[in-house]
């Protein structure tokens, strides 16, 4: 029986992926990668900086920089865009609803502790938790499955199959699927492909949180409650 949700946050409930983008194009620039372009970096948004930074920086320069480079974009981030990110319409109606009806409720996200707490305020969804994990809580970050692990474990130890992950990105969906979720429902909202998600593992699509609110009676979510 399915008992949980565990949502990502960034390009799921906040409207984030665009600001992380450009933070990381702008610490690449910085650091003298100056051939990276924003669709690429915006096309790994959704995994930590353990699994970005590869995929532009050589392996011997990360030995090297790859802390300061992250440090330094973390702090972009938050003196420049974190003030500006917004959660996305319905975001605490579809948690109440949801919690409401039995589920108990998850955050897994690929961003630091530190971001997480500011995240949970500008969703304004902290009451509504009964587990959040970051990259903090994790030895790799996504797509690989160490993070959804983690809330399983928060959870009292549910089973993959006990649960269901809402996400944006491939990488949320690959994680999930890694782990053994069967139940793996994607979101638009983040700017990911549909065909990408399906690929990936999703077996549900919704364009955002308000669009699973607005459909939420015929979803496998309103079955929790039929079956109470």
Known sequence: MLKAVIFDI??????????????????????????????????????????????????QDLARIGEALEKWRSELF????????????????LFQRLKDDGWQLALASSSNKQDLEQYKKIANIA??????????????????????????????GLRPTEVVVIGDSPYDAEAARKLGVREIVGVLCGGFPEDELRKAGCVLIYRDPADILARYAESLFATKREAA
Do not use: C, N
């Open 10 to 59: 960034d390009g799921t409930l906040l409207d984030s992926v665009d600001f992380h983008a450009e933070a990381w194009l702008r610490a690449f620039h910085h650091f003298g990668y100056t051939q990276v372009t924003f669709d690429e970096v915006r096309s790994q948004i959704g995994k930590g900086g353990d699994q970005l930074m590869p995929v532009f920086v050589p392996q």
């Open 78 to 93: 938050r003196r420049e865009y974190l003030p500006r990110v917004k959660p996305f319409p319905e975001v605490r109606e």
């Open 127 to 156: 009451d509504l938790l009964e587990a959040d994990t970051s990259a903090d809580d994790a030895e790799r970050s996504k797509p690989h499955p160490d993070i959804f692990a983690a809330a399983l474990e928060q959870l009292g």
